[in-house]
């Protein structure tokens, strides 16, 4: 199995830009999760998915985020308009089913908003 | 408020040393405890996981135990090598009492750093 893909792997654009980070689950597990990585604050779990359905938005930050999983075997996070303190590393993880069982992550997305 | 704190923030030691981090928190009830080691540049990858009930796992050289009652853990990491030169971050999952929503959150430690130096 190729693990938890994600694209692209580095992202720099300018602030007020629209930014779209893609995740690919591991196949046949059915919880997916964003989550963001800052130096200040660790890891924070944004959002998660059963079986496409979002089930805990609470970690997203604000209106400018969402989420989307049209299937099992893709999810979007949108930022829009993004800002300079969205800069972070973006990771998706997947597991076989809910927050409890062994997650497994992506190598992350880095981005950068000047 | 649930709240997870490693310590120390970093720690360098030399190859082939023995090292312990420690992990304190104030979640409660809670369901597991894990250990994760994230390399530079990577995403986290699972050492272990513990239940309540548990008081100690292994996996290699990494020995994970808990104290429920202290609500205490520490990693353990015997005959270090170079290739340990990680993060390693504790991560604790509340009790849930409903399925989803914010009870279900797992709260995060910031992590230590750990450098192995030849």
């Known amino acids: 199995d190729a693990g938890v893909i994600q694209s692209p792997r580095h992202e720099v654009t300018e602030m007020g830009q629209e930014v779209t980070l893609r995740c690919k689950p591991i196949s046949g597990h059915n919880s997916l999760f964003w989550y963001r990585q800052t130096m200040m604050r660790g890891l924070e779990l944004l959002i998660y998915?059963?079986?496409?359905?979002?089930?805990?938005d609470s970690g997203m930050p604000e209106d400018r985020f969402s989420a989307k999983m049209p299937n099992a075997s893709f999810s979007t996070l949108k930022i829009q308009p993004s800002e300079p303190r969205d800069s972070a590393v973006y990771f998706c993880?997947?597991?076989?089913?809910?927050?409890?069982?062994?997650?497994?992550f992506g190598p992350g997305t880095r981005l950068t908003v000047l | 408020k649930n709240q997870v704190e490693q310590s120390p923030q970093s720690l360098i030691i030399l190859e082939g040393k023995n090292c312990t981090l420690q992990c304190n928190y104030t979640v409660s009830p809670f369901s597991n405890l894990r250990w994760y080691k994230q390399d530079t540049g990577r995403g986290p990858v699972s050492l272990t996981i513990?239940?309540?009930?548990?008081n100690t796992k292994s996996n290699g050289r990494y020995t994970a135990t808990l104290d429920a009652d202290t609500k205490q853990s520490s990693l353990h990491i015997t005959a270090s090598q170079l290739s340990d030169s990680a993060s390693y971050i504790c991560v604790v999952s509340p009790k849930e009492a409903n399925y989803g929503g914010s009870q279900g959150n797992l709260i995060f430690g910031k992590g230590t750093k750990l450098s192995v130096k030849p």
């Open positions: 998915f059963n079986n496409n359905v979002p089930i805990d």
């Open positions: 993880a997947s597991s076989l089913w809910g927050v409890y069982n062994e997650q497994f």
């Open positions: 513990m239940t309540f009930s548990e």
